[in-house]
Nanobody, 123 residues
Framework: QVQLVESGGGLVQAGASLRLSCAAS????????MGWFRQAAGNEREFVAD????????YYADSVKGRFTISRDNAKNTAYLQMNSLKPEDTAVYYC????????????????WGQGTQVTVSS
């Protein structure tokens, strides 16, 4: 019943910014922690960032720390990933996920996943 839909991806040049959105519908959004993950072609899915149910605690992969910001607006049932200073190595399909008790910094414990949105950064 819970659906997550990512949007905001695209093709940009190195140094540009993008803001990804994850719109949720179905069960109560505010009860879930949210995470962002990415998967580059030929690679395994990797953790990017997560945020707890209230939005008061965030955690980032070292590769994006200082450049990306995860946030959420529970009133709008939407999570965001602001990506600044994009690099070619950020190129991947980006997925959002929701879970009641996920393990921070990993893809474990997430119950729902979106379909992904492509981000391509050219040099």
């Amino acid at each position: 019943q819970v659906q997550l839909v990512e949007s905001g991806g695209g093709l940009v040049q190195a140094g540009a910014s993008l803001r990804l959105s994850c719109a949720a519908s179905g069960r109560t959004f505010r009860n879930y922690a949210m995470g962002w993950f990415r998967q580059a072609a030929g690679n395994e899915r990797e953790f990017v960032a997560d945020i707890n149910w209230s939005g008061g605690t965030t955690y980032y992969a070292d590769s994006v720390k200082g450049r990306f910001t995860i946030s959420r607006d529970n009133a709008k049932n939407t999570a965001y990933l602001q990506m600044n200073s994009l690099k070619p190595e950020d190129t991947a399909v980006y997925y959002c996920a929701a879970g009641g008790s996920p393990i921070r910094g990993t893809a474990l414990g997430y119950d729902y996943w979106g379909q992904g949105t492509q981000v391509t950064v050219s040099s």
